[in-house]
Each structure stands twice: as C-alpha cells, then as structure tokens.
C-alpha cells in the first residue's frame, strides 16, 4: 500500500467513525433543535469527506463494486436530505435537478461495471444488487416529485428528509461491516439496511401520529 493510498484511507476511515457515531447521536435529538441542526451540519461536512475519499480510494487505488454503488448512494441521499431541507413546500429546484441528473448518470454509468461483460462475481452479488436497486428507486421518486401537487412538498419534505439521511448513515454502517467483518456474509452487511428501514419505518409513524394529533386539535 503506497503512502498515498494509506493516507486516503486514514481520512476515509477516521471520517466514517466520527460521522457514523455523529449520525447515531443526531438520532437522538430532538428534531428541529438548535442541537440537532448544529449537529446534522458537522455530520453531512464528515459524510462528505467520507464520500470524497472513497471516491477517490475507488477512482485511483481500487475499484470495488459495491462500494463504488454506495459511494454513490450516500453522497446523493446525503445531498438530496440536506437540500429539501431548505427548499421544503417549495418543491424541487435547479439544484434538485442537477442532482437527480447526476446521480441518474452515475447509475447509468454502474450499471455496466457491474452486470457487463467484464463484471466480477462480486459485483452480481445481493448487496450490491440491492444497494443499486435503492439508488434506482430514489432516482424514480424524485423524477417523479416534480410532477407532484404543490400542496404534497409541504407534507412530505420531512419524510423526505428522515428517510435520505438516516439512510445515508445506515449504508455507511453497511459498508464498513462489509469491511470488517467476515461472519455471516452477506447477510450481516444486510443487517444495517434493514435496521435503517425499522428506523425510518419508527419516524415516520411518529411523523404521522403527530400531524393526525395536531389536525384533531386544530379542527376538533
């Protein structure tokens, strides 16, 4: 391993951990607090250098599929979280289609790496399949936003929110157990997502029980 490699990798792992344990904090705060948006900055500033140094990990020491497609996975549900958080009932933006149209030609550009001709074993395995089938389903969902009622971006950017970043940090989680652990594979990398997905599930529930209260007190 050349100085350089070993230098990237040093930022990309000291990223992860401090971003990952970050994530799981900001988890906890209370939404919308002081608190919580100080703490979701720092996180997103450290998800990105996480992304950034993959990348170019993957672009000049190694290529390795499944993390070539959750590299791009998280930057664009990193950035697509933190966007709709400003641009809320307003809809999608100039910005919002800049990202959909990179993250539909990095999907575009996957795709052959790892089902063409030349694709390792490795690239047509259930994690990677199923980490490119969530980057095409939200690539789906925000195309379609932009056909969405103006009044449903109102309701709907908090979900919105939730689901990208809480996400993101549940497919960082997701790649460094494939990176450290052996036992179990592939399901134990697995493991992540589907907790995420109960996570998600969670604040979403509470999301709505909140608004189902707050309109029978208003119109009760």
């Known amino acids: 391993m050349t100085t350089p490699h070993l230098l990237n990798l040093?930022?990309?792992?000291?990223?992860?951990?401090?971003?990952?344990a970050l994530g799981c904090y900001v988890l906890g705060t209370r939404k919308g607090s002081d608190r919580?948006?100080?703490?979701?900055?720092?996180?997103?500033?450290?998800?990105?250098?996480?992304?950034?140094?993959?990348a170019a990990g993957l672009a000049l020491f190694r290529f390795m599929p499944l993390f070539a497609v959750l590299t791009v996975l998280v930057a664009?549900?990193?950035?697509?979280?933190?966007?709709?958080?400003?641009?809320?009932?307003?809809?999608?933006?100039?910005?919002?289609?800049?990202?959909?149209?990179?993250?539909?030609?990095?999907?575009?550009?996957?795709?052959?790496?790892?089902?063409?001709?030349?694709a390792t074993r490795a690239a047509a395995g259930i994690v990677v399949r199923a980490s490119l089938g969530a980057m095409l389903a939200l690539?789906?969902?925000?195309?379609?936003?932009?056909?969405?009622?103006?009044?449903?971006?109102?309701?709907?950017?908090?979900?919105?929110?939730?689901?990208?970043l809480v996400a993101a940090l549940f497919a960082m989680l997701s790649a460094a157990i494939g990176n450290t652990v052996r036992v179990g594979q592939p399901w134990?990398?697995?493991?992540?997502?589907?907790?995420?997905?109960?996570?998600?599930?969670?604040?979403?529930?509470?999301?709505?029980?909140?608004?189902?209260?707050?309109?029978?007190r208003r119109f009760g």
Not at 142 to 164: I, T, V
């Open 10 to 20: 040093m930022v990309h792992v000291g990223a992860g951990l401090a971003a990952m």
């Open 36 to 54: 919580h948006r100080r703490a979701g900055r720092i996180f997103a500033a450290l998800t990105l250098l996480v992304c950034a140094s993959a």
């Open 76 to 118: 664009y549900q990193l950035l697509g979280g933190w966007h709709v958080v400003h641009t809320r009932g307003a809809g999608p933006d100039a910005l919002d289609g800049l990202l959909l149209l990179g993250g539909g030609a990095a999907a575009a550009w996957l795709v052959p790496q790892l089902f063409g001709p030349a």
């Open 139 to 164: 690539l789906a969902y925000d195309a379609a936003r932009w056909l969405f009622p103006r009044r449903w971006h109102a309701a709907l950017w908090r979900y919105e929110h939730g689901y990208k």
């Open 188 to 216: 134990s990398q697995l493991a992540p997502s589907v907790a995420g997905l109960a996570v998600i599930g969670w604040f979403w529930a509470r999301r709505w029980r909140a608004r189902k209260d707050t309109r029978a």
